[in-house]
């Protein structure tokens, strides 16, 4: 692989190379420390599995024998059996320890295994030509002739036993000195093995830092440097980057391409900013235009509330007096005449009243306080009891306290709750259900009637003002009252819709949020009502008898 494919390398290809070298590196010796570590666990096993109990059998084993030898001897000298139990329980003991010593070895132990086989020929060998011979004699001629026998018969036989169990150590002995000295060179190559490991991962290090160093690092600062260069103001400045990764030589050329970009919209920047400020201007002007005409909305409003309402009140009142004075006087068609004069009057003061209410909400205002709507809900009962009816029922359960302005909640249940009751069904005894739920950050409050109901098709025209759906002889106001309901719920930050899925009946929604720090679980209460009459009611803000929007076209 030549220098100049190396160079070519994307960062990522140089450390992931470095990377592998190393982790073969260190799989290399890994398994080589595996394996000399799996070799010393194996010495150390001989060493105390095998090794030792042999050692210990072959010691066990040469007692035996001399237990034998001691056991005749005794037996031999004073002829009484008792002496002989040592021989006997040496030749029970003899073979344990022969087969213990054979149950250790394995097929590698050759000498140590001839060197046993020779320890078992020598003591059968004597036990045949000496012991049995010399406890027969005992048995049958006595122990003098045994003692006879004993003084003119060789030891030579049972010092070769005893060599034969020297030789069977010295090889056992042999065989530890061996194993050991294997598991002490193989703790020697695991300790070399662990510190060839860390000589790699060493270098491995070492290279990796100076790869980062001069890839990445160095020319990382070189570009910063030429970026902030751009950064302040020097955007004709070629950025350039000719040394480090092919990543970041690419970044260089990217960064470059941005910065001509960059430089031939500035321009472009430049005259929208001129644009945006005329417009801001335009703007501006609008404003000052915009706060002009509220002012006169408001002098406007003044003039209603006060100058309009004096006029409208005389003529009012002088057509109520000649209607009295002259009722029946005239003929029917000057009684007709008078009473649209009277019904005229009365209607643009209530439409004046109304669209006052409607623009004073939000716009004077007492601020928001923590308001108890069960205890706004007594104070709409007391509002509707003369026009409620006997039969009427107005239950509640569940409402919240929020935060709002208690006048303008009062008006907004005064409305709805009045429409429920005005748009009744005939001989059907008006219900009026008001029940809230809490929905993750708002309460959602439903107003629910078994009135006439609203068609579908309605179901947004009922919250525009001055929007009738019945004819003004069939039920009375002016069309404004859902309009003030819908700008109250929307000032408190609500949104309210009509549930077009309910029948029969009516079913309106709206939401009120969350008061902040307090539980949503509201505790229970419901009341119910009763009141004299079928006609609505509006609060404080709307007048009497202002809405007629519910119901069907």
Known sequence: ???????????????????????????????????????????????????????????????????????????????????????????????????????????????????????????????????????????TQGAEVAQQRI??????????????????????LTMRERTATEARESSGNLVAVEIAAAIVILVTGVLLLLLLDRLVSRPIVHLAGQIRKVADGDYERQIESDYGSTDLVALAEDVDRMRRQISSELSEVRLARQQVEWINQQLQSQAEELTRSNRDLEQFAYVASHDLQEPLRKVASFCQLLQRRYAGQLDDRADQYIGFAVDGAQRMQRLINDLLAFSRIGRLTSGFTDVDLNRVLG????????????????????????????????????????????????????????????D???????????????????????????????????????????????????????????????????????????????APVPAPEAASATGPGPDSVSGSVAPQGADSQEGTA
Not at 42 to 51: G, K
Not at 88 to 99: H, I, S, T, Y
Not at 151 to 169: P, S, V
Not at 453 to 476: C, M, N, P, S, T
Request: hydrophobic share 45%; glycine share 8%.
């Open 1 to 139: 692989m030549s220098l100049l494919s190396i160079r070519g390398w994307t960062l990522r290809g140089r450390i992931f190379a470095l990377c592998l070298a190393a982790g073969l590196l260190l799989g290399g010796l890994g398994v080589a420390a595996a394996i000399t570590a799996a070799n010393a666990n194996n010495a150390v096993d001989v060493v105390l599995d095998r090794a030792g109990p042999l050692r210990v059998a072959g010691q066990n084993l040469g007692t035996a024998l001399v237990d034998q030898e001691t056991g005749v001897r005794g037996y031999a000298i004073t002829g009484l059996p008792k002496n002989l139990e040592p021989y006997d329980n040496g030749v029970a003991v003899e073979r344990q320890q022969v087969e213990e010593i054979r149950r250790l070895l394995e097929p590698s132990d050759r000498a140590i295994l001839a060197s046993l086989e020779q320890v078992e020929r020598l003591a059968a060998t004597w036990r045949a030509e000496v012991a049995v011979p010399l406890i027969e004699t005992v048995r």
């Open 151 to 172: 003084e003119a018969t060789d030891t030579r036989d049972f010092d070769r036993i005893r060599a034969a169990i020297d030789t069977l150590q010295a090889d056992i």
């Open 379 to 438: 104070d709409v009962r007391s509002q509707l009891e003369t026009r409620a009816g006997e039969d009427a029922e107005i239950t509640w359960s569940g409402l919240p306290t929020v935060e709002g302005e208690e006048p303008l909640l009062t008006t907004l249940f005064v409305n709805l709750v009045g429409n429920s009751l005005k748009f009744r069904r005939p001989d059907v005894p008006p219900v009026v259900t008001i029940t809230a739920t809490f």
């Open 440 to 518: 993750e950050k708002e309460w959602q409050i439903n107003v629910r009637d078994n009135g006439i109901g609203i068609e579908a098709e309605f179901a947004d025209k009922v919250f525009v003002i001055f929007q009738r759906l019945h004819a003004r002889d069939a039920y009375e106001g002016t069309g404004i009252g859902l309009a003030i309901v819908k700008k109250i719920v929307e000032y408190h930050g609500g949104r309210i819709w009509l549930d077009v899925d309910v029948s029969p009946g009516a079913s309106i929604w709206f939401t009120l949020p969350v008061m902040p720090g307090f």
